[in-house]
């Protein structure tokens, strides 16, 4: 029978390599990590949600490592995307609890959303199947019970309304200032050039290109491995943006081990600059 495998062991080899101090102090980090995440317990409806994204982006930063160890930079970049984001979402609601219901509840307009646009490539019987007549009605009930609180208005003039794009009425950046804890100062790094690797743009393609001998673009590993340092010094100083703002919110008496694997962030990226595409 054949069989399939997915790593690259000399990619690996070529991490321990290139990253020595990281892979010396990366079980400190991971022993934090699993003080934080393994454990039961967590309390209230936003204890749970505050949990729950935290344990998401422990996940997304171990996916990102993966990805960094076998040569997919740009790759990781969009994971850390997502961790950004679940991590200011997560310090905003500490400091707005007030605001908890309105992320809970957007999830029934997502799925409205989610079934419109099934609507759009299945009719009759094919979106049926996909989507029971009950399911549908559920779905559609659930909306119609939240969307007074999910809508804006495009026209003043003509009073037009359209469903709001997300669960806040502020911007993933504006989120990030009323958040604190220093999400602002990451966002454009940690966020917005990410996001750019994720569409459909010049610039995903531009930044997998190098120059060969003859001065020509082409398209080789290279491109993605250039960007593995950005992604790793940004997954490891986020999952320890993480687990400190977990410790503060739980009460966990963990100030001396995340003082520890800073400090040990600090000694991997001394004299790191994080990149600036705006520099050309």
Not at 80 to 95: D, K, S, V, W
Not at 249 to 268: M, Q, S, T, V
């Amino acid at each position: 029978m054949e069989m399939m495998g997915f790593g690259s062991q000399e990619e690996w080899e070529r991490f321990n390599i290139r990253f020595p101090k990281f892979v010396e102090k990366y079980a400190a980090l991971e022993a934090v990590r699993d003080m934080v995440f393994q454990r039961s317990g967590v309390g209230d409806k936003l204890q749970r949600i505050i949990f729950g994204l935290g344990r998401v982006c422990s996940e997304d930063f171990q996916q990102a490592l993966i990805l960094c160890g076998n040569g997919f930079g740009i790759g990781a970049l969009q994971i850390i995307r997502g961790l950004y984001e679940r991590q200011t979402t997560a310090a905003y609601l500490i400091r707005h609890p007030e605001d908890l219901d309105d992320f809970l509840d957007y999830h029934f307009v997502q799925m409205r959303r989610g079934m419109n646009h099934a609507k759009k490539m299945y009719t009759g019987d094919e979106f049926t199947k996909l989507v029971p007549k009950e399911r549908q009605e559920e779905i559609e009930q659930d909306y119609q019970n939240v969307i007074r609180r999910f809508t804006e208005k495009v026209c003043e003039k003509c009073n037009t309304t359209k469903p709001m794009a997300s669960w806040s009425k502020y911007s993933t950046p504006e989120l990030a200032k009323r958040a604190e804890r220093g999400l602002a100062e990451l966002y454009y790094v940690h966020y917005f050039q990410p996001t750019m690797f994720s569409h459909s743009s010049v610039y995903s393609i531009l930044a997998r290109l190098r120059e060969d001998e003859k001065g020509e673009p082409i398209f080789d590993n290279e491109g993605q491995r250039r960007h593995i340092p950005d992604a790793l010094v940004a997954a490891h100083l986020l999952l320890i943006h993480v687990l400190d703002m977990h410790n503060d919110y739980f009460k966990l008496g963990l100030e001396n081990d995340i003082r520890r694997i800073y400090e040990d962030y600090k000694e991997c990226w001394l004299g790191y600059e994080p990149p600036n595409e705006l520099a050309g």
